[in-house]
């Protein structure tokens, strides 16, 4: 079973990226999923998610109105479309599977995590 993010760069403030995890060996068509990120020395940090079913998204205070999270059941893929990026966005970023239905900010509650995916915004 495998998570591999991708999509990740280089970009300048105010710049878009769109975030892609690709599922394999399994399906996750009945899994919350998640995006989450972080930056050297701190704590993996929620940053969007989505349940399965009635497709309910999530998302921190911090990206809210300027990421969106989706996912495409059929292809077994989940996306984050980044808006309006800021320095502070820079970090690893990682999709993850939930254990249940619904999606969560618990790192704790995702027991499939992708690889990671470096973003890094200039300013």
């Known amino acids: 079973v495998q998570l591999q993010a991708s999509g990740g760069g280089l970009v300048q403030t105010g710049d878009s990226l769109r975030l892609s995890c690709a599922a394999s060996?399994?399906?996750?068509?009945?899994?919350?999923m998640g995006w989450f990120r972080q930056v050297p020395g701190e704590e993996r940090e929620f940053i969007a998610g989505?349940?399965?079913?009635?497709?309910?998204?999530a998302y921190a205070d911090s990206v809210k109105a300027r990421f969106t999270i989706s996912r495409d059941n059929r292809k077994n893929m989940l996306y984050l479309q980044m808006n309006s990026l800021k320095p502070e966005d820079t970090a690893v970023y990682y999709c993850?599977?939930?254990?249940?239905?619904?999606?969560?900010?618990?790192?704790?509650?995702?027991?499939?995590w992708g690889q990671g995916t470096q973003v890094t915004v200039s300013s």
């Open positions: 060996g399994r399906r996750f068509s009945n899994n919350g």
């Open positions: 993850a599977a939930s254990r249940f239905a619904t999606s969560s900010s618990q790192s704790r509650d995702y027991n499939y």
């Open positions: 989505i349940d399965w079913g009635n497709g309910r998204t």
